[in-house]
């Protein structure tokens, strides 16, 4: 019989509740419908009915229940209130009217039959909706305590997309490029999907879970769409913050719920994104943990490897924030694979430039090559956004391709901000920003371990009056003499202000946040101070739940003395630096004003134009030879 069989789909039935306001709207109608009349007639007092009554300009009296009704011999309406004494004769001979009176005046006596039905209807329409209301809510709070997956509002059903044959996503592998090592392990767990007999052949077991681990922008999300777009398998796809809501219980049972629906499709794929908003470690932060989120992120525990563990469903996740999971959530056996997604390397960064531009006509003179070495540091999403960003410019310009001009154009909006033409400087700003900048880039032409300049510009982006830019190289280790370096450029502006006009100005206090910064991490995390040695200080109580340090005071694990010793050690490292910098800005006094002057004239030098102004420079003067006649 198909009624016994479990797998049929059966469709809900109405819920209670719809029956009920439609009850009550029915109730309204008829109630309304009756009075009708009533609200209609225009009321009058008590005394002035009777009169009328006496008089003779009554055709019809109705009494229903304390309301009396005229009807009069012009065919208007009027009603009064009356306290009924029984019978109509006896209510309106209570009042001086009596029925000889009636008689005379041919007035029709009309008694209502309900009195009944309009008490009922008024004590219904006065109580009833605060009896509707506590039944709904009543019902609604014992089902989410409960964890029924199908309360009256819906709160305990899983929020998850389903994505089917149908809806699947079109991105395969082959749309994603610069994580190869990713796309291989993601590709692993396609195949466990499509060909599961030839692991279990060899005794290997599919895995329960995959956790993505990354930087913003990487590309985690775009690898569990192609995941969806290639495997064959129904996909659901639902945000760590979808489970979590202000009532206890309801996480938990959008969690049964979602693997409920995923078990019935098995195999299937389970995908939370931002898992961080739902996996952190219990019992952290202040005050403990939530306990909707803990009972949240249990249900998950027991749903990945519990007593039913035989069902064939993968859960995928995706987080930048590993740090602060439950490290019950990371054990084998819950997410027994990690696939990590890191910034692109240079020839990462070269194929996603190229995936990101199909489609979109390029000019020739585009070296994505070039582009890539100029992009280090660059996520996935910066680089699309930096192909966007030149097609913007294209199109703005009315040009129907996309040049090496607007994809150096939408580099300097993604890096520095929008450029502010309105901004006029003064010539004074304008030559204290011209010698700041060619600080910068003189102390770092004469430096080795830094990165050659790019680009060198006076006008005005974001919130910087100028810039320098260097061509950054992947590095995968620093060295201390890298980071000195590093800090005598970030100083030379200031020392450039300080030589050439003997003040010193706002326009460097980015530079010595970046130097401080860096001094400061040389001392404190990588040990690269001969005063102070080996150890690390500052990694005492990191505070998971909060996912970062609550000040700089309270994660000290070190002494007074030893707090003394790091300032005194970082403020030795900048003014080395810096006297570092003064030095190399005085011996090349002569670079310095022809670079700022250059500066002034053109606003902007690329890196041959200022290589070639350097070495120019480099040139000693030498007098022309003059023939002397006889």
Do not use: C
Not at 138 to 163: P, V, W
Not at 593 to 616: I, S
């Amino acid at each position: 019989m198909d009624d016994q069989n479990p797998n049929t789909e059966q469709r809900p039935g109405i819920p209670a509740w719809v029956w009920i306001l439609g009850l009550f709207a029915v109730i309204l109608g008829v109630n309304f419908f009756l009075n009708n009349r009533v609200a209609s007639a225009s009321h009058i007092d008590l005394t002035e009915a009777m009169d009328h009554i006496r008089a003779g300009d009554v055709e019809q009296v109705s009494l229903t229940g304390s309301r009396l009704q005229l009807l009069m011999t012009d065919g208007t309406e009027m009603s009064t209130t009356v306290d009924s004494r029984g019978s109509l004769e006896e209510t309106l001979a209570y009042y001086g009217v009596t029925y000889d009176v009636l008689q005379e005046n041919n007035v029709e006596t009309v008694i209502n039959d309900q009195t009944v039905w309009q008490n009922v209807l008024s004590i219904v329409l006065t109580i009833g909706p605060f009896l509707l209301l506590i039944w709904i809510f009543s019902r609604g709070f014992r089902q989410m305590q409960g964890g029924g997956g199908n309360s009256i509002f819906g709160f305990g059903r899983s929020r998850a997309k389903n994505l089917n044959d149908a809806n699947r996503p079109t991105v395969t592998f082959e749309d994603v490029a610069g994580v190869e090592e990713a796309k291989q392990e993601l590709q692993e767990v396609v195949q466990f999907l499509r060909e599961p007999e030839k692991f279990v052949q060899v005794g290997a077991r599919i895995p329960k879970g995959v956790l993505m681990v990354g930087p913003p922008g990487t590309g985690k999300t775009l690898l569990a769409r192609a995941v969806a777009g290639e495997a064959g398998v129904p996909f659901f796809h639902i945000s760590g913050s979808e489970f979590v809501e202000m009532f206890v219980g309801v996480g938990a049972s959008r969690v049964r719920d979602l693997f409920d629906k995923a078990k019935q499709s098995a195999p299937s794929i389970v995908f939370v994104d931002e898992i961080d908003a739902v996996g952190r470690q219990r019992g952290a932060g202040l005050g403990g943990g939530h306990d909707e989120r803990e009972q949240t992120l249990n249900q998950i525990l027991v749903e990945m490897d519990g007593f039913d563990n035989e069902t064939n469903v993968i859960v995928m996740a995706a987080t930048n924030r590993a740090d602060v999971l439950d490290p019950a959530l990371l054990r084998p056996g819950r997410f027994d694979r990690k696939v990590f997604v890191d910034l692109p390397d240079i020839k990462g960064r070269e194929m996603i430039l190229k995936v990101h531009a199909r489609g979109k006509p390029i000019a020739k003179e585009v070296s994505f090559d070039d582009m890539a070495r100029l992009t280090a540091g660059f996520s996935g999403a910066d680089l699309e956004n930096l192909i966007n960003e030149a097609a913007i410019f294209a199109a703005r310009r009315n040009r129907r391709t996309i040049g090496l001009l607007e994809f150096q154009d939408a580099f300097d909006r993604v890096v520095m901000g929008p450029e502010r033409k309105s901004r006029v400087m003064s010539p004074e700003d304008k030559e204290t920003v011209a010698y700041h900048e060619a600080g910068h880039a003189v102390v770092s032409f004469h430096l080795l371990n830094t990165d050659p300049v790019q680009k060198i510009t006076i006008v005005p982006r974001g919130r910087a009056g100028g810039y320098v830019m260097p061509l950054p190289e992947d590095r995968f280790v620093y060295s201390r003499e890298y980071f000195d370096d590093r800090i005598s450029m970030a100083l030379g502006g200031r020392a450039a202000e300080e030589i050439f006009f003997g003040r010193i100005t706002t326009g460097a206090s980015n530079d010595l946040q970046q130097a401080t910064r860096m001094a400061r991490a040389m001392v404190m995390e990588y040990g690269m101070s001969d005063k102070l040695g080996l150890p690390t200080y500052g990694g005492g109580s990191h505070n998971p739940f909060l996912g970062r340090d609550m000040g700089w005071g309270m994660n000290r694990d070190y002494s007074e003395e030893a707090a003394q010793a790091i300032d005194a050690e970082v403020r030795r490292m900048l003014e080395d630096n810096y006297a570092r910098a003064l030095t190399i800005i005085r011996e090349n006094r002569h670079k310095m004003e022809n670079l700022a002057n250059k500066l002034m004239e053109v606003e902007t030098l690329d890196r041959a134009e200022f290589e070639k102004l350097m070495n120019e420079s480099m040139l000693p003067d030498v007098e022309p030879l003059v023939e002397m006649g006889d």
